[in-house]
């Protein structure tokens, strides 16, 4: 019974170690994103090189509206909150759902070129199998699909 009780808090301490610590290079610094690590578990609109880049979200019309239905996505997306939400900036934290694994989403609204940078970032490992380019491509889709365009 010890044996296994032992088993289980040590597996419990790895789980919830799989979160790691609030990053914190997070938020805007300079009207930028924090780059991205040279891990391959990163993308990010202000990346700029191959591996790590993907398209901003670019939307048409009032930008507030534009942040209204990127929230509406990432609060139609399973076990995600925002953590951080002024006019321009959110960040949000998604939690996978098997080992508890975090990962940061952040947003950051250039209204001059219609445009809403963004970048997602895991917390812990190397490689993150595509998940956060994924991610990044359904927000794009949600919020085509809520807008028409």
Known sequence: ????????????????????????????????LAPC????????????????????????GPSTEAMDRLKRAIRGM??????????????AEITSALFRFVDDLEFLLDERAAVIHVRSASRVGHSDLGVNRKRVEDIRAAMTAVHGE
């Open 78 to 91: 399973k076990r995600a909150r925002i953590i951080t939400e002024t006019g321009s900036y959110i960040h």
């Open 37 to 60: 690590p040279a891990s391959p578990n990163c993308v990010s609109s202000q990346g700029i090189d191959r591996e790590h880049a993907i398209e901003p979200l670019r939307f048409a």
């Open 1 to 32: 019974m010890t044996a296994a009780l032992t088993s289980l808090v040590s597996f419990g301490m790895l789980i919830a170690g799989c979160t790691g610590a609030r990053p914190a290079n997070l938020g805007v610094h300079d009207r930028k």
